[in-house]
């Protein structure tokens, strides 16, 4: 890592991690009695950790000038191996919060392991932690190998994934403390939403940079996809975290807007965090990595474009269907609704043109269980886009608001859709980077895809059973017009619904945990394999009818 960095670049590593350890330094001192104090600890730790490590090989010999025809993926290959790692993480914690629903002793008597406190964890180690390491890995991969260019320097996309993973530690940790902003997505605190402004700041100037670098002159659509999730993000992020510090000692902050105001920003931010983390980054994952897998050009490319103009305009309007019976005017819940049936067409688009892509590759469907993971994540994306279309309408959102139902489509989205491709695309990537044949078990590739798709499966119909079943004894009067059923006698019916749904994620789970055995086993055999089979790793100088067409 470090010997790949030139000495310039070694220098300004040095800067950077002294400035992070005095800003740590100051965090710990101005809040010695406060949670800040211990995230200035963290910080302060992890820049001195770091610094030795940069250190200790400071003065190795400067890289060759022959690295630059060669594409530089070792933050990718780091950020897979995080990225699993944060899967098993999440998905753990996840499983403890499903079990604390029908066990609730499970807490042990302990603040830190109450639902409110671990649930954050869960969300976001999975979302953000997981995902967000898998969007930034395939997405140095992806660029590189579409543009024919290679990374514009050795030291951005290791402060981005690093800076990233830190912000995330910090997140996790400060949920477990008590520490939130109460916001959906977006419960770490003011001084952590700094810091990642910065971060994703840094990662969208290496994308501009190093397409203003290429040698492809046709800016493939995988690219449009991940800019889109890079771009919105930020500007999302920066609007709904704006908030005044308690002061600088303590890590509570009082956001800027208020009442309704405040409702509509987070749920602005938090769709459009499903619509363009969630959704644009990882359409950018598939865009490339099943069309590979397959050995077929997409089925339409126009579709394609259509596609991503339709999801980047339409989900912008689409976050207030998330308030409907609320204080929110009633033409602004009208407008969501509206805008929310109108996104099933380019969800529907992205999602028939993948399966589509399929045609005359379903023997391939059938043999490889990678590709497989990545048909059935089309699949479950076209369910879960029909779901949230049909939720929006407020005479079935008068049904399913504040039950299980939400839930279970959330999961049919994140678990479904949003994991599915991401195993499949890391499945597909380790072998490529690695310079491996195959897995180290295609076995137990095998073996997680049917864990992954049993648990998603027992999951999702658990929570749609255990939500309309809520909101029908939420909505039951008896003959004198009063409430049939108290809150208790459906918290009691629930019960088996929980059990079911903490047995579906424990199935998920053991499926995640098959996987990263296998990345990491793949990782240590590498050395019995010289090159893989259909590597795209090209050399950057390498002739434009070479890249592996993808349109």
Not at 382 to 408: K, Q
Request: hydrophobic share 55%; aromatic share 16%; net charge neutral.
């Amino acid at each position: 890592m470090v010997a790949s960095l030139t000495m310039s670049e070694r220098r300004m590593a040095v800067v950077i991690l002294v400035a992070l350890a005095l800003c740590g330094l100051t965090m710990a001192a101005a809040g010695r009695a406060d949670p800040l104090g211990v995230h200035g600890f963290i910080a302060l730790v992890v820049s001195i950790g770091l610094a030795f490590f940069v250190m200790s090989a400071f003065y190795s010999p400067a890289p060759d000038a022959e690295r630059l025809t060669r594409y530089y993926d070792d933050p990718t290959k780091v950020g897979i191996v995080l990225a699993m790692a944060w899967a098993v993480i999440g998905m753990f914690v996840g499983v403890w919060v499903a079990a604390l629903l029908a066990w609730p002793d499970l807490t042990f008597d302990a603040a830190w392991a109450s639902f409110g406190r671990l649930r954050p964890v869960h969300t976001s180690g999975v979302i953000f932690g997981f995902g967000g390491n898998a969007l930034i890995a395939t997405s140095f991969h992806v660029l590189q190998r579409t543009s024919r260019a290679r990374l514009p320097d050795q030291l951005s996309p290791w402060f981005v994934l690093i800076g990233y993973n830190l912000f995330c530690v910090v997140g996790a940790s400060g949920y477990l403390l008590g520490v939130t902003q109460s916001k959906e997505y977006a419960e770490p605190e003011w001084y952590a939403d700094i810091w990642l402004t910065i971060v994703w700041v840094v990662y969208f100037f290496i994308y501009i940079r190093t397409l203003a670098r290429r040698k492809e002159p046709h800016i493939y659509v995988a690219n449009w996809y991940y800019m889109a999730f890079i771009l919105v993000v930020a500007v999302l992020h920066i609007v709904n975290n704006l908030a005044v510090p308690v002061s600088f000692g303590h890590a509570k902050s009082y956001s800027l807007y208020s009442g309704v105001q405040d409702a509509m920003t987070q749920w602005w931010y938090g769709h459009n965090a499903v619509a363009f983390f969630l959704t644009a980054g990882f359409l950018g994952m598939m865009y490339y990595y099943l069309p590979k897998r397959a050995d077929r050009p997409i089925f339409s490319y126009r579709l394609s474009i259509i596609s991503f103009w339709g999801i980047t305009f339409m989900y912008m309007w689409a976050g207030s269907h998330h308030l409907h019976y609320t204080a929110l005017p009633q033409w602004v819940q009208t407008l969501g609704m509206t805008f929310s049936l109108v996104l099933l067409v380019p969800s529907w688009a992205s999602a028939g043109n993948a399966l589509a892509t399929l045609n005359g590759a379903w023997h391939k469907v059938r043999d490889d269980a990678t590709l497989r993971f990545m048909m059935v994540a089309a699949v479950f994306y076209g369910l879960a886009t029909f779901e949230g279309s049909f939720m929006a309408i407020r005479a079935v959102n008068s049904l399913s608001h504040y039950t299980d139902w939400t839930v279970g489509h959330v999961h049919a989205g994140a678990l479904g859709w949003v994991a599915m491709i991401s195993f499949g695309s890391i499945y597909a990537l380790v072998p490529w980077m690695w310079k491996r044949k195959a897995m180290y078990s295609p076995g137990l590739v095998e073996v997680h895809f049917w864990l992954a798709l049993s648990g998603t499966i027992v999951y999702v119909f658990s929570m749609w059973n255990s939500g309309i079943i809520q909101g029908l004894m939420w909505r039951t009067y008896n003959e004198n017009g009063t409430l049939a059923y108290s809150f208790l006698d459906t918290v009691v019916a629930m019960h088996p619904y929980y059990i079911a749904r903490t047995f579906g994620g424990l199935l998920f789970l053991a499926g995640a945990c098959v996987g990263f055995f296998n990345v990491v086993m793949t990782i240590r055999s590498a050395h019995a394999e010289a090159a893989a089979e259909g590597d795209p790793d090209l050399p950057v100088s390498a002739p434009a009818g070479a890249f592996p067409a993808a349109e």
